[in-house]
C-alpha cells in the first residue's frame, strides 16, 4: 500500500523559510509527478508545485521565485524549499503524488495527510 508521509511544516515568521518533506513508500513501479498543493481556511485546494518525471517544474505565480521543489529519486521524495514567506501562505500543504504500483501497473493518485504552514506577520 502507498504511503506519503509529510514532514516539515510548522510557524515561521514572515520573511522566514521553511522546508516540507514527503516520503513516498510502497511497492512503487514508477512515479509520474510529485507535487505539492495547498489549502487555506475557506478556500480551495491549489496545486503549488508540480515536478514531472521529465524533471520539468512548475509553479504557481504566487510562489514563482520564492519556493523551490526537488526531487530526491533514489529515496522517491520530494522536497518543497520555501522563502521568503509571506502570511498568505499560510495553509495546510499537501503532498500528492501520481504514480504506479507493481501488479497494478495502472497511475493512481495519492495525497499525503497535509502539514501545517503558519506564516505571522
Known amino acids: 500500500q502507498v504511503q506519503l508521509v509529510e514532514s516539515g511544516g510548522g510557524l515561521v515568521q514572515a520573511g522566514g523559510s521553511l522546508r516540507l518533506s514527503c516520503a513516498a513508500s510502497?511497492?512503487?513501479?514508477?512515479?509520474?509527478?510529485l507535487n505539492w498543493y495547498r489549502q487555506a481556511p475557506g478556500k480551495e485546494r491549489e496545486l503549488v508545485a508540480a515536478d514531472t518525471s521529465g524533471g520539468r517544474s512548475t509553479y504557481a505565480d504566487s510562489v514563482k521565485g520564492r519556493f523551490t521543489i526537488s526531487r530526491d529519486s533514489t529515496k522517491n521524495t520530494v522536497y518543497l524549499q520555501m522563502n521568503s514567506l509571506k502570511p498568505e501562505d499560510t495553509a495546510v500543504y499537501y503532498c500528492n503524488a501520481v504514480l504506479a504500483e507493481f501488479a497494478t501497473w495502472a497511475p493512481r493518485t495519492y495525497w499525503g495527510q497535509g502539514t501545517q504552514v503558519t506564516v505571522s506577520s
Open positions: 510502497g511497492r512503487i513501479y514508477r512515479i509520474n509527478s
